[in-house]
């Protein structure tokens, strides 16, 4: 199951193989590729030009201009719903401040040091948790100042795990 987030708007969308569900409900639409980006959509015999404007993978968002109306889409796959369920979800924050440990867990490695310049996404360390290795990514850029924690190191939910300037 996917949800799309659709200004502010929120929908269940299920593919199964020729055909949708959005909200449990049958979503029968026609929709063909013009050209590379541009699309004609027939749904409820309504016509719709479709342009993709923007696309940015990292957050799985899209800028879709639908007729004249520009609308932002923000998908989420079972995984990232699942990380949203366990605290673990994307964060928007702009400025690092410190990065906390979602779960309780095993540090199996830190791959940042203090003094160390970090980007948005950026892998700074992977924790080990119900026996799957999560790796745990810079939400922001920043510079890390402290790391407070060692590889084989216990830790504890809400932790803080590195400290940024």
Known sequence: MLKALVSGQSFDVQPENDHLTVDGQPFDWDLVEVKPGIFHILHQNRSYNAEVLSVDSD????????????????????????LDQLG?????ATKLNTIKAPMPGLIVD??????????KGD???????????NIIKAPGDGTVKAVRVAPRENVEKNQVLIEFD
């Open 110 to 119: 830190v791959k940042v040091q203090p003094g160390q310049t970090v980007a």
């Open 88 to 92: 673990m979800g994307s964060t928007t």
């Open 59 to 82: 957050s799985k968002t899209f800028t879709i201009r639908l007729n004249a109306h520009t609308h932002t889409v923000q998908i989420k796959d079972r995984f990232d719903l699942l």
């Open 123 to 133: 892998i700074v360390l992977i924790l080990e948790a119900m026996k799957m290795e």
